[in-house]
């Protein structure tokens, strides 16, 4: 059974970091593009950053230069370094496999001002 849970989510002040986690279990994740996408109350799911089996990052304007995302193959883990938190980041952060259809449960990142 294939699961991903994120973690490192929480309350932060602007300016901020959080590095949010998703361990994978179930697949082959290093042959799996990943990739981190955020909701907000009203909006669509986006994609904000991903990055491909084979390590290249790419990422969404918005986020550009202050998330960075990583990954680790032999700990079945991606990750989501962010820095220079904005409250427009506030959002439920979910991970999945590019893709494919699996998904995190999420987890809440809130910027306060």
């Known amino acids: 059974q294939v699961q991903l849970v994120e973690s490192g989510g929480g309350l932060v002040h602007s300016g901020g970091s959080l590095r949010l986690s998703c361990a994978a279990s179930?697949?082959?994740?290093?042959?799996?593009?990943m990739g981190w996408y955020r909701q907000t109350p009203g909006k669509e799911r986006e994609l904000i950053a991903r990055?491909?089996?084979?390590?290249?990052?790419d990422y969404e304007d918005s986020v550009k230069g202050r998330f960075f995302i990583s990954r680790d193959n032999l700990k079945s883990t991606v990750y989501l370094q962010m820095n220079s938190l904005k409250p427009e980041d506030t959002a439920i952060y979910y991970c999945t496999t590019i893709g494919q259809n699996y998904w995190g449960q999420g987890t809440q990142v809130t910027v306060s001002p």
């Open positions: 990055i491909s089996s084979e390590g290249r990052p």
């Open positions: 179930g697949i082959l994740f290093s042959i799996y593009g």
